[in-house]
Each structure stands twice: as structure tokens, then as C-alpha cells.
């Protein structure tokens, strides 16, 4: 199976950058998507950004300007720059992928969360 490894979370004050990392391993073939979303308590889980194999990628209009994503296909890792912090950004951070694994099997796989916390 695949497993997803996120690190780089905290606590930052309003205004401050984060960089978010999260690296795949297991029987992978190929990671067709990568990304991130995020959930604050009380609310759902939301979509933050998004990469796919020929690196196009999706944001929410929240991040835009703010969030770039980013991947290490060689190292089916995935990056979150955040900049300009807000304290509306402050949730638990999910990474995200989806694929093929060797045995053909699609797959989709979800990390176990890092917090972001950001003070005003």
C-alpha cells in the first residue's frame, strides 16, 4: 500500500511562511495527483492545492497569490510554500495522492495531518 509522511507544521504569527512536505512510499507505480487540503475545526475538509504528473495545478481562491505547490516526481514528494499567513489559515493540514500501484490497482491515500497554527 501507500503510505504518507507529512512534515513541516506549527505555529507561526499572521503574516509569516510555512513549507509543508509530504513524501509517498510503498509499492507505488505512478502518482497521477498530489495535494493538499486542510480542515478547521468545525468545518470541512476543503481542497488547498493540487498538482498533477505534468505539474498543472489548482488552488483555492483563498491561497491564490499566497500558497505555491510544488513536486519532486523523482521522489513522489510533495510541497506546500505557504507565504502571508493568515489566521484563518489555521487548520490540520492533509496530504493527498492518488495513483497506480505495481499491481495496476488504483489507489488513494491520505497522510495523518499536520497542524498549522497561525496567531494575529
Known amino acids: 500500500q501507500v503510505q504518507l509522511v507529512e512534515s513541516g507544521g506549527g505555529l507561526v504569527q499572521a503574516g509569516g511562511s510555512l513549507r509543508l512536505s509530504c513524501a509517498a512510499s510503498?509499492?507505488?507505480?505512478?502518482?497521477?495527483?498530489m495535494g493538499w487540503y486542510r480542515q478547521a475545526p468545525g468545518k470541512r475538509r476543503e481542497l488547498v492545492a493540487q498538482?498533477?504528473?505534468?505539474?498543472?495545478?489548482n488552488y483555492a481562491d483563498s491561497v491564490t497569490g499566497r500558497f505555491t505547490i510544488s513536486r519532486d516526481t523523482a521522489k513522489n514528494t510533495v510541497y506546500l510554500q505557504m507565504n502571508s499567513l493568515k489566521p484563518e489559515d489555521t487548520a490540520v493540514y492533509y496530504c493527498?495522492?492518488?495513483?497506480?500501484?505495481?499491481?495496476?490497482?488504483?489507489?488513494?491515500?491520505w497522510g495523518q495531518g499536520t497542524q498549522v497554527t497561525v496567531s494575529s
Open positions: 510503498g509499492s507505488i507505480f505512478k502518482i497521477s495527483t
Open positions: 498538482i498533477t504528473s505534468r505539474g498543472n495545478t
Open positions: 493527498n495522492a492518488n495513483g497506480v500501484l505495481n499491481t495496476l490497482q488504483d489507489f488513494g491515500s
